[in-house]
């Protein structure tokens, strides 16, 4: 089981080794003692041989009842103390076991998290399943079976010391099982890689399919995506069942070697008793230890297909967690004043070979109402979320009050940062903890921004007002409650600076009069806004604008349109 032992370099460079590895290494105090506690469990295993020893080879002898309560009382406390430690072992693996998940599940939200935002994982969520069955077999029979290991050429060299040719009787028995699991292992492996691999396949494309249950019973779509739905569960079902079958053969395989050496290893000691070369405590006793020297095996390949799987996930997890190491952000947000700096910005995607933004240099000043307009596919999305630092892929720097958005703490700089994408996305919870961002909710903060989108008295027609819940993804809104719901959010607390992404696409009249009014308070809080827009209608309240074409700059200044930004605001108020 080499593939999750720890390198032979790894207690002199820590520094240089995968993350996962270095957190494992963390645990080696608990390690050490498992191994300590193995030491002591292994060696009172040794006691019902020696007991058994002592009955036929002195008390059948010599008839001794004191002896015999005397050996049997001993033997008892030996065997209460075997299994106390056993405990101890067991309980630490799952202490430990506990205490590396509470260490590791942080790490892969926040990597996972990463993950999604640069949209390069679509089983992000089967980490966490990796976790588990990682966590499940570091303190499982598996590795118990591993410390006890290295006791099998012990107890092999006591039978040997018994007699010469039940240690080789041993050997055999051992190296058989121990060829039957390397080849097990070579037999199962990919298998069990391809099942597990089938098996998320599955389950993630079952739960898009779910997501967007009503387009696809709408549009008749439900009988194509069941039979593609089917073929990958047939994938995964057949992987599995080819796994499975081929560990039942070795799990039939190990208990037939198992019940044989016990008959044999008994016949070979009753022969050599016959012979008068053992005694008949001996004779016993051998069955014992060839037990004892034969299960840290056994139970290796018993659990053959955990440790299959705890390999695969240990492979997923440690690569995760290096893709998307732990960051130390170095300048953490106080005033943020809403000064963006864009230099020799370049913007790329997967598989894409020409950019989607080309070296843009622009610099905007705080308290600017900046409009971006340009046609579809010019990079405007892309460019706005290069300004809110939540684009992947880019070269050049976003700087925002002269510092690069890479260095900020986004936990701090979070509520200084308001955004409304195209793809309106509320997540499951009240309309309150939507708008105040799942913060302690401020009822006159919250308020305020429903005010200021106009969006208030809707949300107290509502079964329960703002303690309403909205569903999963915002399913009981319409589209336009959602989109203001969403910029309520988005102007929650007057962060001090505001994208909004097509913030009109939903929105009717009313809805759009409201949008400008909270555009215009802002703007007069000196707010730093950018907005997206197709619809030209709200380009009057931008003190300048932003044309794109082809993922560059094509013009950038102050624009004559019809109309002004009081009369865009004066619509009447959604009553």
């Not at 645990?27 to 020893?53: D, Q």
């Not at 007699?163 to 069990?192: E, V």
């Not at 089917?230 to 070795?250: G, I, S």
């Not at 949300?459 to 959602?482: C, E, F, K």
Request: aromatic letters at 8%; glycine letters at 8%.
């Amino acid at each position: 089981m080499t593939p999750l032992a720890l390198p032979n370099n790894a207690q002199q460079n820590p520094a240089s080794l995968p993350s996962l590895t270095t957190m494992l290494l963390s645990f080696r105090k608990e390690l050490i003692w498992v191994g300590v506690f193995s030491l002591i469990a292994n060696l009172l295993t040794l006691t019902p041989t020696l007991y058994m020893l002592q009955i036929f080879d002195r008390v059948m002898l010599s008839q001794s009842e004191l002896t015999l309560i005397g050996l049997t009382l001993v033997t008892a406390l030996f065997v209460g103390v075997m299994a106390f430690t056993e405990w101890i072992r067991s309980r630490l693996l799952v202490r430990a076991g506990v205490r590396f998940d509470e260490q590791l599940n942080t790490r892969i939200f926040h990597a996972n998290f990463e993950a999604n935002l640069e949209q390069s994982r679509g089983d992000n969520v089967n980490t966490f399943s990796s976790l588990t069955r990682l966590r499940q077999f570091l303190t499982g029979n598996g590795v118990i079976a591993m410390f006890d290991l290295p006791w099998t050429p012990i107890y092999l060299a006591v039978l040997y010391a018994m007699h010469p040719l039940l240690g080789l009787f041993g050997i055999c028995f051992t190296l058989l099982l121990a060829l039957f699991a390397f080849l097990n292992s070579k037999l199962t492996s990919k298998k069990l890689a391809q099942a597990t691999s089938a098996e998320g396949d599955t389950t993630t494309y079952l739960a898009g399919k779910l997501r967007n249950a009503e387009v696809v019973h709408a549009l008749g779509m439900l009988g194509n995506l069941k039979r593609r739905w089917l073929l990958l569960y047939r994938e995964h079902a057949n992987a599995h069942w080819q796994a499975q079958d081929r560990a039942t053969k070795a799990g039939a395989f190990t208990k037939f070697v198992q019940y044989s050496q016990q008959s044999l290893i008994l016949a070979l000691s009753a022969w050599l008793a016959i012979r008068g070369e053992l005694t008949m405590g001996a004779m016993v006793a051998s069955n014992v230890l060839m037990g004892n020297a034969l299960r840290p095996i056994s139970v290796l390949v018993s659990t053959w297909k955990e440790y299959g799987q705890a390999k695969q996930a240990y492979s997923e997890i440690g690569k995760l967690l290096d893709q998307y190491p732990e960051r130390s952000p170095s300048h953490m947000a106080g005033e943020v004043k809403g000064q963006v700096t864009v230099r020799q910005l370049s913007a790329t995607a997967p598989q894409r070979k020409a950019p989607i933004l080309d070296k843009i240099d622009i610099e905007f000043e705080a308290g600017e109402v900046i409009g971006i307009v340009g046609p579809s596919g010019a990079g405007k999305s892309t460019f706005a979320r290069c300004l809110l630092g939540i684009w992947p892929h880019i070269t050049g720097q976003v700087l925002l009050d002269g510092v690069n958005l890479r260095d900020w703490s986004r936990d701090e700089l979070g509520p200084h940062f308001g955004y409304l994408p195209q793809d309106i996305e509320l997540f499951d919870g009240t309309v309150a903890e939507n708008i105040c961002r799942f913060t302690e909710v401020d009822s006159d903060a919250v308020i305020d921004a429903a005010r200021r989108a106009d969006i208030h008295d809707m949300i107290l027609r509502l079964p329960m007002g703002y303690d309403t819940p909205v569903g999963q993804a915002g399913r009981l809104l319409s589209g336009g409650q959602r989109q203001r719901l969403a910029l309520a959010r988005a102007i929650y607390g007057s962060p001090d600076v505001v994208v909004l992404d097509e913030p009109n696409a939903n929105l009717d009249e009313l809805g759009e009069a409201a949008l400008a009014r909270a555009i215009v308070d802002l703007k007069a809080e000196g707010k730093t806004i950018f907005m997206v827009l197709h619809q030209r209608n709200l380009l009057a309240l931008a003190d300048r604008v932003v044309v794109m074409a082809d993922g560059r700059i094509a013009q950038f200044g102050k624009i004559d349109i019809g109309g002004t930004a009081g009369q865009i605001a004066q619509a009447p108020a959604a009553s």
